[in-house]
Structures are given as C-alpha cells and as structure tokens.
C-alpha cells in the first residue's frame, strides 16, 4: 500500500516535468522529449484500452472485474487519465459521497451533490452549524482529499456550507447581500 500513497505525488511530479518541458531552451532536444512523452502516452493508452476490451468480452466475469479495478485508487487515476474510466465523473463523485457518508456522519456532518457540469462540481456540506473553525477546515479538507481521489479530472470544487461562522454572531452587509434573491441585489 506504500505505493498508493505516493502515486499522487508522482502525478504532481509528472505535470511538473511536463511543463518543465515548455522552458527547455533547444527546440530539437524539446521537440524530441514532447514525442517521446507523447508515444509513451500513446502506447500506455493503447494498452490499457486492450485490457479493459478483453475483459469485457469475457462478460458479466469481466465487467464486474473492470468495475472492481475502476475503483482502486491507482488504476481509476490511469483510466480518468486515458479517458477510460467506466464511470463518468458525476457518477464517481455520487459514489464517493456515499462512500464517506458515515464517516461524514462520525463528524457531524453530510453532504451531497449539488451540481455537475463542465467538470464544475458542488457540493453542499451540512454540519447543522455545530462545528467550529478548526473543525470546518478538517472537514473540507477530508470532503476534498476524498472528491479530488474519486474524480483528479474535475475542473473545480466548490464546497458550500463550510463557511466559519462569526465569532459575534455579526453579519455583514456583503453577506446578507450576495445570499439575497438576484431580483432583490
């Protein structure tokens, strides 16, 4: 399992090399990396889309063992990577949620899908106002790691609910303002 905790960081390593590869100052020696990242990425693509169309000629055997593979961390990351996930990215964020819905529930808290478009997903996160501060920021940061685990292709997360309430009960102006009716602002 040590291999699974250091394959986000090696993703992150990767882009950076990636776009390490933008400053390299002889167009060649650039041109060269790009086509051979390109052919690696080609080839992997290629490979993966073969596995994942054997076993679905095997059947209902082979789909439930694709299903079972999408759902391990590393290979769902390489398959949203290729555009072979089984699973659109709404439906893998509606999984995770239940998914985490009882450790949500240990924390006081749940959530759920809001919206889902254009790789735009928000969420609504409920702590029935119990929680302080520190506490919020636990809880996004665990809604995040686990939504950014399910779905690395989203484009963005919003998470709503999740904002510290004041101190001194006080509510500001700007608050009241952009929580009132577009017709009233």
């Given at each position: 399992m040590a291999r699974e905790t250091e394959f986000p960081s090696e993703m992150q390593r990767i882009g950076t090399l990636v776009r390490e590869l933008e400053t390299i100052a002889d167009p060649a020696s650039q041109s060269t990396a790009?086509?051979?990242?390109?052919?690696?990425m080609?080839?992997?693509?290629?490979?993966?889309?073969?596995?994942?169309?054997?076993?679905?000629?095997?059947?209902?055997?082979?789909?439930?063992?694709?299903q079972e593979l999408s759902k391990d961390p590393i290979v769902s990351g390489l398959l949203v990577l290729y555009d072979l996930?089984?699973?659109?990215?709404?439906?893998?964020v509606?999984?995770?949620?239940?998914g985490?819905?009882?450790?949500?529930?240990?924390?006081g808290a749940e959530a759920r899908l809001v919206s889902s478009a254009d790789g735009l997903?928000?969420?609504?996160?409920?702590?029935?106002?119990?929680?302080?501060?520190?506490?919020l920021?636990?809880?996004?940061?665990?809604?995040?790691?686990?939504?950014?685990e399910a779905a690395p292709d989203l484009s963005g997360l919003i998470l709503e609910g999740l904002e510290a309430p004041s101190a001194s009960g006080f509510?500001?102006?700007?608050?009241?303002?952009?929580?009132?009716p577009s017709s009233l602002a």
């Open positions: 790009k086509e051979l990242v390109r052919l690696l080609n080839m992997h693509e290629a490979g993966l889309q073969r596995i994942l169309e054997t076993l679905a000629k095997s059947g209902e055997l082979g789909s439930g063992m694709i996930h089984p699973e659109d990215l709404q439906t893998r509606e999984q995770k949620l239940r985490i819905s009882s450790a949500l529930f240990r924390m997903v928000r969420i609504r996160v409920e702590t029935g106002g119990k929680s302080c501060g520190s506490t920021g636990q809880l996004q940061k665990f809604v995040e790691d686990a939504i950014y509510v500001g102006v700007e608050k009241l303002l952009s929580a009132a």
